[in-house]
């Protein structure tokens, strides 16, 4: 089913392209979507698909990046506040997949399409990877000034961090398993081994 929201009307041409994008390659399959495919479920046509992107792989990366949004904005919301830092990462985390659960399409798009169509290595995608590195960094950066059990990762760690999460979440939408819920213990304690290092039992 298309992730569109039609009520008030469409969204514009590249929205319902990037929409497309993500419900095909989520029933078919990287490899085996066609921009006829894209261009029938987003009801417009060729020459406009390419009045937006040069080929499918530009639309997929499109697709990233509009995930990438989303889990920026879910970080983003996370409030720090007195509750203890175990809190605080149960928290993060509950944000982060609650948000992709709710774009079942854009997260299969972003963690398993990308890595078939082989752009893990694109510029687009390790941009987004940066900016979700960044984003943990300065959210325990933030946490530390109200628990100082809370270590900031460096740059590598943060991005090691990112990566490793990915993993995770690749496993479990290849498997068609639709319940990131069942991965959140294990990225809980990935998080907090990370930024609670001396803490943990």
Not at 127 to 154: C, E, G, M, Y
Request: with cysteine.
């Amino acid at each position: 089913m298309s992730e569109v929201d039609d009520a008030g009307g469409a969204r514009g041409a590249r929205m319902r392209l990037v929409d497309a994008m993500a419900a095909v390659v989520a029933e078919k399959g990287y490899p085996a979507t066609t921009i006829a495919d894209i261009v029938a479920r987003a009801r417009v046509s060729r020459r406009t698909f390419y009045e937006e992107f040069a080929d499918k792989a530009a639309c997929l990366l499109a697709c990233h990046e509009m995930l990438g949004q989303y889990m920026l904005e879910s970080m983003s919301s996370v409030e720090v506040g007195t509750s203890p830092p175990e809190e605080f990462v149960r928290e993060s985390v509950g944000a982060l997949l609650s948000t992709l659960a709710a774009h079942p399409d854009l997260t299969y798009a972003y963690f398993a399409a990308m890595r078939s169509a082989g752009l893990t290595t694109s510029p687009a995608r390790r941009a987004v990877q940066s900016n979700v590195a960044a984003q943990l960094q300065h959210l325990a950066a933030q946490a530390k000034q109200v628990d100082d059990r809370i270590q900031v990762p460096t740059p590598m760690m943060a991005a090691a961090v990112v990566a490793g999460i990915g993993e995770l979440i690749i496993r479990s939408v290849e498997q068609r398993a639709g319940d990131l819920d069942a991965i959140a213990p294990t990225v809980v304690d990935f998080v907090s081994a990370v930024l609670m290092p001396l803490h943990r039992s």
